[in-house]
């Protein structure tokens, strides 16, 4: 199993490192971490008493690797849930916030477990990561993952500037798409033709 370290790392290299796009609502990121996030930590990496681009140009892996595990997995509360939901939720959170645990908690409802849909690990939804975990050990991490990808498809159906996220120039999977499969065994992703066919009514 990965440890915390190793998948704040992958989750790094995952992210890439510095964009300003206009379209993108976090605003200037690096290695994943938004300008909007240092902020609101009070992360002023040049030391000039503000936090600006600049400090977003200068942020480094591994501050961001920090971030990642104090404020995404440690804050959160991530290692309360079974080993092997860790790594998808923990890289769902860092990507999408409080709705990594608000689209784990709607699986768990949708498998009529009775959990509020709040974004907290607490003890009710701990209780049923486990009960599921238990009761379906071979599917959970995948259920989860095709969750992500719906979410992520039905982000860019409402929001046509970030379509861009999930399809590709030449109509291929974009970054959203492959990142929610990476989580997934290659069976439960969808052929380019599938993801076609999806994306279709976008065009």
């Not at 480094?60 to 079974?82: E, K, N, S, V, W």
């Not at 990561?129 to 259920?143: K, N």
């Amino acid at each position: 199993m990965q440890s915390v370290q190793e998948i704040a790392a992958d989750i790094v290299r995952r992210e890439g490192g510095f964009v300003d796009d206009p379209a993108d609502p976090g605003g200037a990121t690096n290695h994943g971490v938004t300008i909007h996030t240092m902020r609101r930590l009070g992360l002023d990496v040049t030391g000039d008493g503000k936090v600006d681009v600049s400090d977003v140009r200068r942020l480094t892996q591994d501050q961001a690797t920090g971030l990642f595990i104090q404020h995404y997995f440690d804050r959160l509360g991530i290692a309360r849930l079974p080993d092997p939901l860790q790594s998808s939720v923990f890289d769902m959170n860092v990507n999408a916030g409080n709705n990594a645990v608000k689209i784990l908690q709607r699986l768990f409802n949708a498998m009529r477990v009775d959990v509020a849909v709040d974004g907290v690990i607490g003890p009710k939804t701990v209780a049923a990561a486990e009960w599921a975990m238990a009761a379906a050990p071979g599917h959970l991490v995948d259920a989860y993952g095709i969750a992500r990808r719906n979410y992520y498809y039905a982000l860019a159906d409402s929001r046509p500037a970030s379509r861009k996220y999930a399809r590709r120039q030449d109509g291929g999977k974009g970054g959203w798409i492959t990142r929610a499969e990476e989580f997934m065994a290659p069976r439960y992703r969808l052929t380019d033709a599938q993801h076609r066919a999806r994306v279709a009514k976008w065009d």
